[in-house]
């Protein structure tokens, strides 16, 4: 089993709708959660940082972890074309090393 | 804001030759790593240094090296490029005196082709 598994996609949604993007891991050592947007040719950018299990929101961005079941989402609300990119998430377990999913490609439709 | 810069952002190169791909940090961050893209496979680590002339192998360091001299300078090295190392190349930094150590600020990448 991959440490962190994160369907691929494609998704293609219409302008306003909500993403849910998600991630499950299976290492219980992570402590630490990330996810990242990476437009195309681009370096990955931080998007969401969390440590402990529950919700944090910044904007339109909301991500969620829940440690027991080892799942993690990033829910994206009024979606806009601009949000088009991959979604990464990533988890660190206190060695300065993250492991990242291998990305979500995220299309929104005008 | 953090600032990760790569000296290139495409390359080209005949096999055989010797690359150099430089990466500059300017948040005075204790680590730094390189990685690989390639489609279908994700990010996977090459190497990553967390102090200046100190290195570790990550998970796939064959046929590459890299030099740490400065601490705001993260070198990366293909001895002979091979066709098979062609991909996109992303520098990243973090720091482990912030409330966030394990964030990582990634470079906008360097697209390297061995023809």
């Known amino acids: 089993q991959k440490e962190v598994e994160q369907d691929p996609g494609p998704l293609s949604v219409p302008e306003g709708a909500i993403v849910s993007l998600n991630c499950t891991y299976s290492?219980?050592?992570?402590?630490?959660f990330m996810w990242y947007r990476q437009y195309s040719r681009k370096g990955p950018e931080l998007l969401m940082y969390?440590?402990?299990?529950g919700n944090k929101e910044d904007g339109r961005f909301t991500a969620q972890v829940d440690k027991s079941s080892k799942y993690i989402s990033l829910f994206i609300r009024d979606s806009q074309p601009s949000d088009s990119a991959t979604y990464l998430c990533?988890?660190?377990?206190?060695?300065?090393?993250?492991?990242f999913g291998k990305g979500t490609l995220l299309t929104v439709n005008p | 804001d953090v600032k990760v810069t790569q000296s290139s952002r495409y390359l080209v190169k005949r096999t055989g030759e010797k690359v150099f791909l430089e990466c500059v940090q300017d948040?005075?961050?204790?680590?730094m790593f390189w990685y690989r893209q390639d489609p279908g496979l994700g990010l996977r680590l090459i190497y990553f240094?967390?102090?200046?002339?100190?290195?570790e192998k990550g998970d796939i360091p064959e046929g590459y090296s890299v030099s740490r001299e400065k601490k705001e300078r993260f070198s990366l090295i293909l001895e002979s490029a091979s066709t098979n190392q062609t991909s996109m190349y992303l520098c990243?930094?973090?720091?482990?005196?912030?409330?966030?150590?394990?964030?990582?600020?990634f470079g906008p990448g360097t697209r390297l082709l061995v023809l």
């Open positions: 990243a930094s973090s720091s482990p005196r912030g409330t966030v150590q394990e964030t990582q600020y």
């Open positions: 990533a988890m660190g377990r206190g060695n300065y090393k993250l492991t």
């Open positions: 290492n219980s050592a992570f402590q630490y």
């Open positions: 240094s967390y102090d200046v002339k100190m290195k």
């Open positions: 969390t440590y402990s299990s």
């Open positions: 948040m005075d961050h204790e680590n």
